[in-house]
């Protein structure tokens, strides 16, 4: 079992920057994917960016690429979401999830943890 706690979210102008954190607990992460998702009103949950927990490869929606970054602290258990340039359609719950499985490309995946969410909301 993992328990993923997410925090840093709040309300930005746009063009700032947020950076979201993702406390992991329960059993160790390795061989784990860590990710990150987001669901904006009225839209079905999108990925947006994994990690590799062991590896610390990393994969990215095109529409975040050069603009988000995720990165893992092993020693915390926690991985983060470096958030630039933001634009007001980058306003949503933003969660955290984790699986074991390792089948399909990182967004394709079927996460079996997620966090409760945080909200970003960027205003233009």
């Known amino acids: 079992q993992v328990l993923l706690v997410e925090s840093g979210g709040g309300l930005v102008q746009a063009g700032g920057s947020l950076r979201l954190s993702c406390a992991a607990s329960?059993?160790?992460?390795?061989?784990?994917?860590m990710a990150w998702f987001r669901q904006a009103p009225g839209k079905e949950r999108t990925f947006v960016a994994a990690i590799f927990w062991t590896l610390g490869s990393t994969f990215y929606a095109d529409f975040v690429k050069g603009r988000f970054t995720i990165s893992r602290d092993l020693a915390e258990n926690t991985v983060f979401l470096h958030m630039n340039s933001l634009k007001s359609e980058d306003t949503a719950v933003y969660y955290c999830?984790?699986?074991?499985?390792?089948?399909?490309?990182?967004?394709?995946?079927?996460?079996?943890?997620w966090g409760q969410g945080t909200q970003v909301t960027v205003s233009s």
């Open positions: 999830a984790a699986t074991s499985d390792f089948h399909a490309p990182p967004s394709k995946l079927p996460y079996h943890y």
């Open positions: 329960g059993r160790g992460l390795g061989p784990y994917t």
